[in-house]
Antibody, heavy 117, light 110 residues
Framework: QVQLQESGPGLVKPSETLSLTCTVS?????????WGWIRQPPGKGLEWLAT???????SYNPSLKSRVSISVDTSKNQFSLKLSSVTAADTAVYYC??????????WGQGTLVTVSS | QSALTQPASVSGSPGQSITISCTGT?????????VSWYQQYPGKAPKLMIY???NRPSGVSNRFSGSKSGNTASLTISGLQAEDEADYYC??????????FGGGTKLTVL
């Protein structure tokens, strides 16, 4: 059974960098899938952020490309998200998901990140 | 990139059929058979309902079906049930090697 679990600080200060990690179980991160991050501001819709393949190949949402970074750690079966220079507009539930190109078949439960001083 | 266009809300009575549309461009929805649909209950993670325009994952009811015509994809739910009341999102791959979601549709079962 494939399971994904997000982890990271629930509170980040404005202008700082948001860092989240997704731990994958039941599926090797080195297998023939991509891995991605999606977020959902309170009361709003889903927004795709970034996708990565275990080889390191990445794709980013153009609207966030200058601030977002995704990486993978095959030794820990994890992948991570960094979002720099955050503002209140980055407050959202952040989901990690497995990407079977090109749909999201397994999702984490989501973690709420609030940007506030 | 612009979000795919979905109606904000749709409604139907139990037993009826409803259709949710998802409109994109020829470089996304119209250009690839990579449209997927997700169901989301409040406070829960989205669940994959349809992938590759019209394929259902194992365990998803056959009351859910997907189709595409030109730049518009559609999700149809037949034999509407109270448990279908949720938010629905479409997603598509694009020619820029990116992914994009629709704005979401709230389904109300009357």
């Amino acid at each position: 059974q494939v399971q994904l679990q997000e982890s990271g600080p629930g509170l980040v200060k404005p202008s700082e960098t948001l860092s989240l990690t997704c731990t994958v179980s039941g599926s090797s991160i080195s297998s023939a899938y991509y891995w991605g991050w999606i977020r959902q501001p309170p009361g709003k819709g889903l927004e795709w952020l970034a996708t990565i393949y275990h080889s390191g190949s990445t794709s980013y949402n153009p609207s966030l490309k200058s601030r977002v970074s995704i990486s993978v750690d095959t030794s820990k079966n994890q992948f991570s998200l960094k979002l720099s220079s955050v503002t209140a507009a980055d407050t959202a539930v952040y989901y990690c998901a497995r990407v079977d190109p090109w749909f999201f078949d397994y999702w984490g439960q989501g973690t709420l990140v609030t940007v506030s001083s | 990139q612009s979000a795919l266009t979905q109606p904000a809300s749709v409604s139907g009575s139990p037993g009826q059929s409803i259709t949710i549309s998802c409109t994109g461009t020829s470089s996304g929805v119209g250009g690839y058979n990579y449209v997927s649909w997700y169901q989301q209950y409040p406070g829960k993670a989205p669940k994959l309902m349809i992938y590759g325009v019209s394929n259902r994952p194992s365990g998803v009811s056959n009351r859910f079906s997907g189709s595409k015509s030109g730049n518009t994809a559609s999700l149809t739910i037949s034999g509407l049930q109270a448990e279908d009341e949720a938010d629905y999102y479409c997603s598509s791959y694009t020619s820029s090697s990116t992914l994009v979601f629709g704005g979401g549709t709230k389904l109300t079962v009357l």
